[in-house]
Antibody, heavy 120, light 110 residues
Framework: QVQLVESGGGVVQPGRSLRLSCAASGFSFSRFVMHWVRQAPGKGLEWVALVSYDGRNKYYADSAKGRFTISRDNSKNTLDLQMNSLREEDTAVFYC?????????????WGQGTLVTVSS | QSALTQPRSVSGSPGQSVTISCTGTSSDVGGYNYVSWYQQHPGKAPKFMIYDVNKRPSGVPDRFSGSKSGNTASLTISGLQADDEADYYCCSYADSYSLVFGGGTKLTVL
């Protein structure tokens, strides 16, 4: 059974940094592309970033480029998102998600999310 | 990376059918068959309902179906049930290596 458990959310001041983590279990982690997707309070889903099977290829939404870094550790079955220069508009629930069968087939399994609140 | 366009809300009575549209451009929905759909109940994580325009993951009832014509994808739910009441989101691959979601549609079962 696929399980994705996010952690690391919390309240942070604008301009500061935060690192999110996602622990994966129940599947062969290194065989799947992974995503971060976020959802601002009361708003829709927004794709944030994707990392390839081996961590070499990374893609970002325009809103994340230059500030966020996605990474993975296949030896520990973990996915991370380093977020720098945080803005109030980054306030959202951040979901870790597994891609269905290739890079762009869409996420098929999601964690329960971790809330990031950016506020002074 | 503009969001795909979905109606804000749709509604239907139990047993009826509803269709939710998702309009993009030739750079996303119209250019690729990487269209997926998600159901989200309040306070819950999204659930994967349709992929590759019209394929159902195992466990998703065949009451849910997907299609695409030009730059518009559609999700049709037949035989509406109370538990279908939720938010629905479309998602597509877009040029320049990104995914884009729709703004979401609230389905109300009357």
């Amino acid at each position: 059974q696929v399980q994705l458990v996010e952690s690391g959310g919390g309240v942070v001041q604008p301009g500061r940094s935060l690192r999110l983590s996602c622990a994966a279990s129940g599947f062969s982690f290194s065989r799947f592309v992974m995503h971060w997707v976020r959802q601002a309070p009361g708003k829709g889903l927004e794709w944030v970033a994707l990392v390839s099977y081996d961590g070499r290829n990374k893609y970002y939404a325009d809103s994340a480029k230059g500030r966020f870094t996605i990474s993975r550790d296949n030896s520990k079955n973990t996915l991370d998102l380093q977020m720098n220069s945080l803005r109030e508009e980054d306030t959202a629930v951040f979901y870790c998600a597994r891609s269905h069968y290739d890079f762009w087939s869409g996420p098929d399994s999601w964690g329960q999310g971790t809330l990031v609140t950016v506020s002074s | 990376q503009s969001a795909l366009t979905q109606p804000r809300s749709v509604s239907g009575s139990p047993g009826q059918s509803v269709t939710i549209s998702c309009t993009g451009t030739s750079s996303d929905v119209g250019g690729y068959n990487y269209v997926s759909w998600y159901q989200q109940h309040p306070g819950k994580a999204p659930k994967f309902m349709i992929y590759d325009v019209n394929k159902r993951p195992s466990g998703v009832p065949d009451r849910f179906s997907g299609s695409k014509s030009g730059n518009t994808a559609s999700l049709t739910i037949s035989g509406l049930q109370a538990d279908d009441e939720a938010d629905y989101y479309c998602c597509s691959y877009a040029d320049s290596y990104s995914l884009v979601f729709g703004g979401g549609t609230k389905l109300t079962v009357l």
